[in-house]
C-alpha cells in the first residue's frame, strides 16, 4: 500500500481512504487555509450572525440553512464536511474531517462531541513513518448525539437515532435507537414517530 510504484498524490491517497502521508505541502497548505478560517471563526461573537455564517460556508463542503455551530469549532480541511439544514452543534465539536464527514438535517450535538475519521496504523513502523489514513463518518438526519460522544472512523449512524452523553460509537447503529457506553450498544428502539411524541430524556 505504500509501494514506491504508487505515483498518486498524497491527497489522492488520503480521499481514495488509503495509507499517505500528512506532512505534504498540498495537504499543509489545505490545512493551513483551513485554520485560518476555523481561527477567525472561532473569534467571533454571537453577535456576529452574519459573519459567522459566511465564515461556514467559506470554510465547509456545504452547510444547511438554519444550521448553528457554536464555537469554539474545530476541523482538519472543513472542505470535507457537509451539513444539513436546522441542525445544531453546542460548543466544542470537534469534526477531524481527512475522510469525508456527512450530517443530515435537523441533527443535534451536545458540547465536546467528537467526529474522528483519522486512522493509524497497527504495525509500529508505520506509525514511525508518519503513514495514516481515515475513513468516513455518516450521520442521519434527525439523530441527536449527547454531549461528549466520540463517533469513530468509518461508523454510520442510522436518521432519529440518540447516542448518550459520553458514548463512544465504534460501529455502525440502525435508524430509530437509543444507544449508550462504550462501546455504544443499542439499549432500545424508538418507533419512529417518537421524536413527534416524547418530550425528552436524560440522555445528555
Same mark, same amino acid.
Given at each position: 500500500?505504500? =509501494?514506491? =510504484?504508487?505515483?498518486? =498524490?498524497?491527497?489522492?491517497?488520503?480521499?481514495?481512504?488509503?495509507?499517505? /502521508?500528512?506532512?505534504?505541502?498540498?495537504?499543509?497548505?489545505? @490545512?493551513?487555509?483551513?485554520?485560518?478560517?476555523?481561527? !477567525?471563526y472561532?473569534?467571533?461573537?454571537?453577535?456576529?450572525?452574519? &459573519? +459567522?455564517?459566511?465564515? &461556514?460556508e467559506?470554510?465547509l463542503?456545504a452547510?444547511? %440553512?438554519?444550521?448553528?455551530?457554536?464555537?469554539?469549532?474545530?476541523? $482538519?480541511?472543513? =472542505? *470535507? /464536511?457537509?451539513?444539513?439544514?436546522?441542525?445544531?452543534?453546542?460548543?466544542?465539536?470537534?469534526?477531524?474531517?481527512?475522510?469525508?464527514?456527512? /450530517?443530515?438535517d435537523?441533527?443535534?450535538?451536545?458540547?465536546?462531541?467528537?467526529? &474522528?475519521?483519522?486512522? *493509524?496504523?497497527?504495525?509500529?513502523? &508505520? +506509525?514511525?513513518?508518519?503513514?495514516?489514513?481515515? +475513513?468516513?463518518?455518516? /450521520?442521519?438526519?434527525?439523530?441527536?448525539?449527547?454531549?461528549?460522544?466520540?463517533?469513530?472512523?468509518?461508523?454510520?449512524?442510522?436518521?432519529?437515532?440518540?447516542?448518550?452523553?459520553?458514548?463512544?460509537?465504534?460501529k $455502525?447503529?440502525?435508524?430509530?435507537?437509543?444507544?449508550?457506553?462504550?462501546? !455504544?450498544?443499542?439499549?432500545? @428502539?424508538?418507533?419512529?414517530?417518537?421524536?413527534?411524541?416524547?418530550?425528552?430524556? %436524560?440522555?445528555?
Amino acid at each position: 500500500m505504500t =509501494s514506491e =510504484s504508487d505515483t498518486r =498524490s498524497m491527497r489522492e491517497r488520503m480521499l481514495a481512504g488509503d495509507l499517505y /502521508i500528512a506532512d505534504d505541502p498540498e495537504l499543509a497548505a489545505a @490545512s493551513t487555509a483551513a485554520l485560518d478560517l476555523m481561527a !477567525a471563526y472561532n473569534a467571533t461573537t454571537v453577535r456576529q450572525q452574519p &459573519l +459567522r455564517r459566511q465564515l &461556514l460556508e467559506q470554510l465547509l463542503g456545504a452547510i444547511g %440553512e438554519g444550521t448553528e455551530i457554536r464555537p469554539p469549532f474545530r476541523v $482538519d480541511y472543513g =472542505s *470535507h /464536511i457537509r451539513i444539513g439544514a436546522r441542525c445544531f452543534a453546542n460548543f466544542g465539536l470537534v469534526a477531524l474531517d481527512v475522510a469525508a464527514i456527512t /450530517i443530515g438535517d435537523d441533527v443535534q450535538m451536545g458540547p465536546n462531541v467528537q467526529l &474522528l475519521t483519522p486512522t *493509524h496504523p497497527l504495525e509500529a513502523d &508505520l +506509525r514511525r513513518d508518519k503513514w495514516e489514513a481515515a +475513513r468516513p463518518i455518516t /450521520i442521519g438526519d434527525n439523530v441527536w448525539l449527547g454531549g461528549g460522544a466520540i463517533v469513530l472512523p468509518g461508523v454510520t449512524i442510522g436518521e432519529n437515532t440518540v447516542v448518550g452523553a459520553g458514548a463512544v460509537v465504534t460501529k $455502525d447503529l440502525p435508524a430509530d435507537v437509543v444507544a449508550v457506553g462504550n462501546p !455504544a450498544r443499542v439499549v432500545r @428502539s424508538l418507533p419512529p414517530s417518537a421524536t413527534t411524541r416524547n418530550g425528552g430524556t %436524560e440522555l445528555g
